[in-house]
């Protein structure tokens, strides 16, 4: 076979198609492997690059063909799709790879580690359990509307809720049996979450990157671990600017406009969070309570609206939260209040 400098994997189920090509940009391999014979067909290959995909299993793959010595590169969908030619199908993908993985501006996915995957699990498993509650607590708002009860906006009041739906006998028989099933489903959900919060806390004491990041205001324990779940190699992103980019904070870009509304792009947990937690942080900030507010902030607030505020300061966050990753440093609050509003 001829020396092969770069391989394009499309990955399935079962499927692998393999596109290679020469130091003189001639197709040399073109070639589809079952599940089992990948990693034979790797071991007696000269060290390539191999460029795969990034999704289900991709990071798997990319540990097991670097310990055979290849250099992998995880690319994300989206950096893909321009390169695939008409008539998309598994070969056409493979090519597509092989073609983005040369492009000397193509940005790369950092491959997760099994320990940094089993983390994103327990984050996974949160998060679809707090979107389950919400929308068990918009549905038990819901049906309580409809008998003409309602309570206060926050999760804390949905219990209260449901133990006034309970003793309301005027309610129909079937009515009540109903309320008293989403009333176990909801305290299942609430028991689960504490479990699971609990664990997430354990994982959050133990990381010492996490717990240097949950010094920045407006950062928890929450953030902190995910910031340091989802960015395995913080060294990938060149400045904190393209960090906050990653995750999302950044206007959508009007080329005659001018900027408008953050862009959907990017991580979405990791974007809502900063932001929530940018919220907090100006919400005591107008009422005067919490910790000494920044010089920055305080000028912020004096000619913005606070939710342009927050998106602001989640940025902002983002970027320190980079710079600590990157640095091995501390957050120092003293050094943050220093900083002029001019001078920020």
């Not at 790797?42 to 690059?49: Q, R």
């Not at 717990?211 to 324990?221: A, E």
């Not at 920055?296 to 320190?320: D, E, G, Q």
Request: aromatic fraction near 6%; charge should be positive.
């Amino acid at each position: 076979m001829d020396q092969i400098s770069r391989i394009g994997m499309d990955t399935s189920k079962q499927i692998f198609q393999l596109h290679g090509v020469d130091e003189a940009e001639r197709v040399v391999l073109r070639r589809k492997l079952r599940r089992k014979e990948v990693t034979a067909f790797f071991a007696g290959l000269a060290p390539t690059v191999v460029a795969i995909e990034a999704c289900g299993g991709s990071h798997h793959w990319a540990r097991t063909l670097s310990g055979l010595g290849h250099e992998v590169k995880l690319i994300a969908p989206q950096f893909v799709k321009p390169y695939v030619k008409r008539g998309k199908n598994d070969a056409a993908d493979a090519a597509a790879l092989c073609e983005a993985v040369s492009r000397p501006t193509m940005r790369f996915v950092a491959v997760k580690s099994p320990e940094n995957q089993a983390a994103l699990m327990l984050a996974g498993l949160r998060e679809r359990l707090v979107r389950n509650r919400v929308q068990r607590a918009h549905a038990i708002r819901g049906y309580a509307a409809e008998f003409g009860l309602i309570a206060a906006k926050g999760q804390a009041k949905i219990t209260p809720l449901l133990a006034r739906l309970q003793a309301d006998e005027s309610l129909p028989a079937l009515a009540r049996e109903l309320f008293a099933e989403h009333a176990r489903e909801y305290a299942q959900l609430e028991r689960q979450l504490e479990a699971i919060d609990a664990k997430l806390m354990a994982w959050h004491r133990e990381n010492e990157l996490s717990r240097r990041l949950v010094r920045i205001p407006s950062v928890g324990p929450i953030i902190a671990s995910l910031l340091t779940m989802k960015t395995p190699d913080p060294h990938a992103f060149r400045s904190g600017r393209h960090f906050a980019a990653w995750i999302g904070l950044t206007p959508k870009d009007h080329s005659t406009a001018g900027s408008g509304v953050i862009t959907r792009a990017g991580d979405e947990t990791l974007r809502s969070l900063l932001v929530v937690g940018a919220t907090a942080v100006i919400w005591q900030v107008r009422r005067g309570t919490g910790r000494r507010p920044s010089p920055w902030l305080v000028a912020l607030l004096k000619r913005k609206p606070p939710k342009l505020a927050a998106v602001a300061l989640a940025n902002k966050t983002a970027r320190i939260a980079w710079k600590l990753m990157t640095s091995g440093e501390t957050y120092d609050a003293e050094r943050a209040m220093a900083v002029t509003p001019e001078a920020a």
